[in-house]
């Protein structure tokens, strides 16, 4: 799977984006897909994560209630909508695929699958 993040711009603090990932390859629909973010000097961190229907979702407590994850397997694409934005947010954000669910919403590098980087700025 080749996955291709974008979306990410610079927006002021209370403010609202909308990341894409689209995968190509081998079946999207097979795999929990999950959205990642990185900020300078701070290692990787595990931010949302969706099912391979969607019907179930996680988040980190950092972002519950501000962020939503969703799929559109169709299209082989995943979203993350972000609201409320903070200058905490500040970060490059990485879509990610696995197969297994422990996997995907842990921290650390060792995912099937990662796509390039969408940098997300937040002014406060």
């Known amino acids: 799977v080749q996955l291709q993040a974008s979306g990410g711009g610079l927006v002021q603090a209370g403010g609202s984006l909308r990341l894409s990932c689209a995968g190509s390859?081998?079946?999207?629909?097979?795999?929990?897909m999950a959205w990642f973010r990185q900020a300078p000097g701070k290692e990787r961190e595990f931010v949302a994560a969706?099912?391979?229907?969607?019907?179930?979702?996680a988040y980190a407590d950092s972002v519950k209630g501000r962020f939503t994850i969703s799929r559109d397997n169709a299209k082989n694409t995943v979203y993350l909508q972000m609201n409320g934005l903070k200058a905490e947010d500040t970060a490059t954000y990485y879509c990610?695929?696995?197969?297994?669910?422990?996997?995907?919403?842990?921290?650390?590098?060792?995912?099937?699958?990662w796509g390039k980087g969408t940098q997300v700025t937040v002014s406060s």
């Open positions: 990610a695929a696995d197969p297994v669910w422990t996997v995907i919403t842990g921290n650390g590098y060792g995912k099937r699958y």
């Open positions: 390859g081998r079946t999207f629909s097979n795999f929990f």
């Open positions: 969706v099912t391979w229907s969607g019907s179930s979702t």
